[in-house]
């Protein structure tokens, strides 16, 4: 059929031409899909760098949280309230020997991260505000190695973490004990050129070795002040528990 006749026949053939035009939007619709999900990897490729790069401490879990949050799905909104304790968040015992625990938060967590190959994990990830988060990281053992490190105790761990600081991060203030739901624990704060902060409470319970932190992009003593929220409500699960917990209000 030469393009004159189907020409014709396109004129002359309305359900033709419709056909012919639900084709063509359809092909112009899979080319911006395919344009968007290739742009969004591309994003997600260079966002992962930068972040890990000025994480180097946390860069494995931040890539394993990356790669498994769905490229073509809308980012949820940020919480309206991040004072409010609206969701409850509970982190199941795994069956090693390791705690679980709960706590409410004003939004949901997302899913754990997988079990690194030291025994570390990213327990809980939770936005607090837009530009706030909260993480959650368990170490493994007191003792074990994590990466080339030994975890030594929540007072020692804050001070190496402290000295491992290189520039442009650098420490906002003194180690501070501060009493949580949790436990003892030993905090630090640090700076980086972008402006951004970072708060990490170090705290052990039951030999398990755990890191709370939040991190902002501005108005970072609201940030903590949150935070602190959200240690009041925490309470530990046993180790042999493998039932669904939920946290008191």
């Known amino acids: 059929m030469t393009s004159v006749t189907l020409a014709w026949r396109l004129e002359t053939d309305p359900a033709l031409a419709f056909a012919n035009l639900f084709v063509q939007l359809g092909v112009l619709a899979a080319f911006l899909l395919g344009f968007t999900w290739l ?10 760098r930068l972040v890990a790069r000025q ?3 946390q860069a494995a879990e931040i890539r394993a949280a990356g790669h498994a949050a769905p490229l073509m799905r809308r980012p949820p909104k940020a919480p309206a309230d991040p004072y409010a304790h609206s969701h409850p968040v509970v ?3 795994l069956g090693d020997g390791r705690p679980g625990e709960s706590f409410w938060a ?3 967590s997302k899913a754990t991260g ?3 190959p030291d025994g570390s994990r990213s327990d809980a990830r939770v936005t ?3 530009g706030t988060h ?10 074990s190695r994590w990466r080339d490190h030994e975890v030594e105790p929540a007072a020692q761990r804050v001070e190496a973490a402290r000295a491992a600081y290189v520039e442009p991060r650098r420490a906002l203030g003194p180690v501070d004990r501060v009493p949580t739901a949790a436990g003892p624990g030993w905090r630090t ?3 980086y050129g972008n402006g951004r902060a970072l708060t990490d409470t170090h705290i052990d319970h039951d030999g398990w070795a755990f890191i709370i932190g939040v991190l902002s992009t501005s108005w970072h003593a609201r940030a903590v002040e949150a935070l602190d929220g959200i240690l009041a409500t925490w309470q530990w699960i046993p180790a042999d528990v493998d039932e669904r917990v939920q946290p008191e209000s």
């Open 189 to 191: 704060t640090c700076l």
């Open 39 to 48: 742009v969004r990897v591309w994003w997600r490729w260079r966002l992962l």
């Open 91 to 93: 982190v199941l015992p």
């Open 106 to 108: 004003p939004g949901p």
């Open 134 to 143: 909260m993480l959650v990281v368990c170490l493994g053992r007191v003792g």
């Open 128 to 130: 607090l505000a837009e």
């Open 114 to 116: 997988p079990l690194g």
């Open 55 to 57: 994480f180097p401490e």
